[in-house]
Every structure is written in structure tokens, then in C-alpha cells.
């Protein structure tokens, strides 16, 4: 059964870091690619940075390119989310996805197969 956990989010202010984990089980890692996702009330779910477990290549959204950083530990079966530099914008329901397709690496939300729960990101002003 393949299970995603997100951790780390919390209540930051601007100009503040956090640094969000996404522990994956039951697949084989280097066979999917994982995104970091987010939603805030009344918005769409978009697409934040994404990394593939089989080539290490990247995607990040231009609203955080510069201040987030996206790294596996693939030994760990884990992906992080390093953000920094975090605005009150940034402040949305953060998850994480596994896409099992081959191919290239992709974005957008309705390409990834299996869910985390989210975790909170607040970035008070």
C-alpha cells in the first residue's frame, strides 16, 4: 500500500524558514516522481516543486524559484521541502504526491496517483 506523510508545516513569520518531510512507503522510489503541492481556501491546487526519483530532475513554480529548495534521501524512502525567505502568499494546505507514470517529469496535480493528508503552512505578516 503506498502511504505518503507529510511533516514539518507550522505557523511562521515573513522572512522565516521551515522545512517540510515527506515520508513515502510502499513503492519503489526511484520508479516515481514526487511533488510538493498547495492549496489555499478558494484557490486551485498548484503545483509548488517536483523532483523525479529516476533522473533527480526538478520543476519549480516561479513564485518560489530562488527561495525553495526541493531534495530526496532516496535510502530513506523521503522528500524534503526547504523553504525560505517564506511570504504571507505562501501560506496554504502543503502535500505531497507520488507520480508512478514514466516519462517526463510532471506538475500539475491530476498527473500524481497517491496523496499525503497535507500539513498547514501559515506565514504571518
Known amino acids: 500500500e503506498v502511504q505518503l506523510v507529510e511533516s514539518g508545516g507550522g505557523l511562521v513569520q515573513a522572512g522565516g524558514s521551515l522545512r517540510l518531510s515527506c515520508a513515502a512507503s510502499g513503492f519503489t522510489f526511484d520508479d516515481y516522481a514526487i511533488g510538493w503541492f498547495r492549496q489555499a481556501p478558494g484557490k486551485e491546487r498548484e503545483g509548488v516543486s517536483c523532483?523525479?526519483?529516476?533522473?533527480?530532475?526538478?520543476y519549480y513554480a516561479d513564485s518560489v524559484k530562488g527561495r525553495f529548495t526541493i531534495s530526496s534521501d532516496n535510502a530513506k524512502n523521503t522528500v524534503y521541502l526547504q523553504m525560505t525567505s517564506l511570504k504571507p502568499e505562501d501560506t496554504a494546505v502543503y502535500y505531497c504526491?507520488?507520480?508512478?507514470?514514466?516519462?517526463?517529469?510532471?506538475?500539475?496535480?491530476?498527473?500524481?496517483?497517491?496523496w499525503g493528508q497535507g500539513t498547514q503552512v501559515t506565514v504571518s505578516s
Open positions: 523532483i523525479s526519483g529516476r533522473d533527480g530532475s526538478t
Open positions: 504526491a507520488a507520480d508512478s507514470r514514466p516519462g517526463p517529469l510532471g506538475y500539475f496535480w491530476y498527473e500524481y496517483d497517491y
